[in-house]
């Protein structure tokens, strides 16, 4: 079937309407009409070329909440005019090591990326800017009653990408997390922390947001453009998480870890960061990096965020507003996430 989407014709070019074809719906697969497509950094790192060459045209998206159209024959999870989610992740080996340990985002075969991936059959992989996907059932998530579409949408990439490492290195009651810049992923990260029973505190350039941090669960809420923040906090937090995908100073950010405290990279900045290793020698401390989470997990993330009332704090937009939308993400003015409509498209 051919559906309306929206699509980069090359690197850095603006996004413009298309009409793309979805494959039929195979024994497994299952046909889902997009509602909500959420607007990510990593698609604008994608479409402007900022990660290497892609395979133009590309349709973004893998944030992407719709209801189910049609199912395949083999299929028994998802029915007809279920809510469903897709992530960042439609196909993985299904054998390797980590895909039976429930790590599919780290097949060894390598994911298949919701979008500007090549598929198992061969295909260019096109995203949830769509009025249509098609997804194998396997890699189709259930998203509760308990959370707003448009607010749902953001989860698939924003919250699993911040839940994986809150979960993985143990926030809890008891612990002290720091959140590295308050924006799509750092809002969420402090809402799940904090519904996760630690103490958070953020840390952000400037104080501009301090009312909004405090307002989503933030106990405390510092400005690194301040030295004498580094100074007060030096030794005090059991994890960071840095969602910037700016360069920061490493060893600035390992000191202030108390002893076996963990940083754990989940913004990607293009270029490489450094750091001197006795910040780690000397506190036993670690320097970690993460990407979103496997479809147990990010299906539990789902359900925690119903049980707790999260979603993300959204502004929905027109398909038309998509370019106009990205250029207000660089210039960091959205609070804190942009989700398209995409009954816009038709």
């Not at 799509?184 to 996760?196: D, K, N, P, R, S």
């Not at 301090?210 to 005090?236: C, H, I, K, M």
Request: glycine share 12%.
């Amino acid at each position: 079937m051919r559906v309306n989407a929206y699509a980069a014709p090359a690197a850095g070019q603006p996004l413009a309407p298309t009409t793309i074809e979805r494959r039929e719906v195979g024994p497994n697969d299952v046909l889902i009409e997009v509602q909500y497509a959420g607007i990510c950094h990593s698609d604008i790192h994608t479409v402007n070329g900022d990660w290497g060459p892609q395979p133009f045209p590309v349709v973004p998206g893998h944030e992407i909440v719709g209801s189910v159209a049609a199912v395949g024959t083999d299929v028994t999870r998802h029915r007809v005019g279920d809510r469903v989610g897709v992530g960042c992740m439609v196909n993985s080996c299904g054998q390797c090591t980590n895909c039976r340990s429930g790590d599919e985002q780290y097949c060894t075969e390598g994911m298949v990326s919701t979008y500007a991936g090549t598929d198992r059959d061969g295909t260019t992989t096109q995203g949830g800017y769509s009025t249509h996907v098609v997804v194998d059932a396997d890699y189709v998530l259930t998203v509760p009653d308990g959370i707003e579409a448009p607010a749902a949408a953001p989860l698939l990439c924003a919250g699993i990408t911040t839940y994986a490492p809150l979960r993985r290195w143990g926030a809890a009651p008891g612990k002290k997390v720091a959140v590295v810049g308050l924006g799509g992923l750092g809002h969420m990260a402090v809402q799940l922390a904090h519904a996760l029973g630690a103490d958070v505190t953020v840390l952000s350039q400037s104080l501009k947001k301090q009312e909004d941090g405090l307002r989503l669960g933030a106990d405390a809420y510092y400005a690194t453009s301040d030295p004498g923040t580094f100074e007060q906090l030096a030794g005090r937090f059991d994890l960071i998480v840095n969602t910037v995908s700016a360069s920061i100073d490493v060893d600035a950010y390992l000191g202030l870890l108390a002893v076996d405290g963990t940083l754990v990279n989940v913004g990607a900045p293009p270029e490489p960061l450094s750091l001197n290793v006795f910040s780690l020698i000397g506190a036993r401390r670690s320097f970690a990096g993460s990407m979103i989470g496997g479809i147990a997990l990010t299906q539990e993330m789902l359900d925690f965020c119903a049980e707790h009332g999260i979603g993300a704090e959204v502004e929905v937009i027109a398909a038309d507003q998509v370019n106009e939308a990205y250029q207000r993400v660089l210039a960091s003015d959205v609070r804190y996430r942009f989700v398209i409509d995409t009954s816009t498209l038709t």
